[in-house]
């Protein structure tokens, strides 16, 4: 009986998916879903305005080396961290403007999700499915939930996201760069961004060495991008004397994250309930 009913609810999604506007409304259906059971802290909008001040700040003075900020806090760590004040300072946005176009980006990230899923397995079931357990990850919510800090995780998470969507070298490099400059902790997740174009473009479907180390324009894009970020964050600690504070930000206090308390659970529990998946295919893989 509860396979019967699985099954029939499988046959109602891929019914349902062959409607035009099926990714939009499942979007827009899984956000609300998403928000009723992990509703943003409007309650502490009015007293965190200051956490904005920074951001608004930046976008005014891009070069700004922040050092009146004391070094510990991560209001400190946005010297580099310029794409967000670029929107912020094109599109003249203010502390709610970039809470509403922060909602659009996390509006984009679910609906690529779901693009990206589909385009993988081919299977619009598995791709709602997808969809639908990334809403409830910390990555698919932030851009919805985040209104008292000024992190831009949700958009970092969406640039990267697209950046392995895109094949195309300017497309790809664009997007690699905008999640270099949002966080540099993105930039160090570009090398997986190569890694998984190199991997969707191997057509034999197996594990072949040559293949991945034959770079593809679309991982030559991604190393174009990181180039370019590093050389430009060094022009402009040179020209301006910009630098990343370490306070609170170094292999000491990683090692002490991994290693000591925690025993490194925010290593292997980013993706929560995926962690059956990931574990199940590796399992049927091997």
Not at 164 to 183: C, E, G, K, M, P
Request: proline content about 3%; some cysteine.
């Amino acid at each position: 009986m509860i396979n019967s009913g699985i099954g029939n609810f499988f046959l109602w999604i891929e019914r349902k998916s062959a409607r035009k506007y099926y990714p939009i409304c499942l979007t827009l259906f899984l956000i609300a879903i998403s928000l009723f059971f992990a509703f943003p802290r409007y309650d502490l909008y009015p007293n965190t305005a200051s956490n904005w001040d920074v951001a608004l700040f930046k976008a005014k003075d891009l070069t700004n080396n922040l050092t009146f900020i004391s070094p510990d806090s991560y209001l400190a760590k946005k010297v580099f961290r310029l794409a967000p004040e670029l929107f912020i300072r094109f599109l003249h946005l203010n502390r709610p403007g970039i809470l509403i176009f922060q909602a659009i980006l996390g509006f984009f990230f679910i609906l690529f999700s779901y693009k990206l899923a589909k385009r993988i397995t081919n299977d619009v079931v598995s791709a709602t499915l997808f969809a639908a357990g990334i809403v409830f990850l910390y990555c698919g919510r932030t851009c919805f939930t985040e209104v008292t800090y000024s992190w831009f995780d949700g958009w970092a998470y969406l640039f990267l996201l697209l950046a392995i969507y895109y094949r195309n070298f300017f497309a790809v490099f664009l997007f690699a760069s905008l999640a270099a400059w949002t966080d540099e902790r993105a930039f160090i997740a570009l090398p997986i961004a190569i890694l998984f174009h190199q991997v969707v473009t191997n057509k034999t479907n197996k594990f072949e060495l040559k293949s991945l180390i034959t770079l593809n324009i679309s991982a030559l894009a991604i190393i174009a991008a990181m180039a370019g970020y590093l050389g430009l964050r060094y022009y402009l600690s040179v020209a301006y004397g910009m630098k990343t504070p370490s306070g609170l930000a170094n292999l000491s206090v990683m090692s002490k994250n991994v290693f000591k308390g925690s025993f490194g659970f925010g290593i292997y529990t980013f993706l929560e309930g995926f962690l059956v998946v990931v574990t199940g295919s590796i399992v049927l893989r091997y």
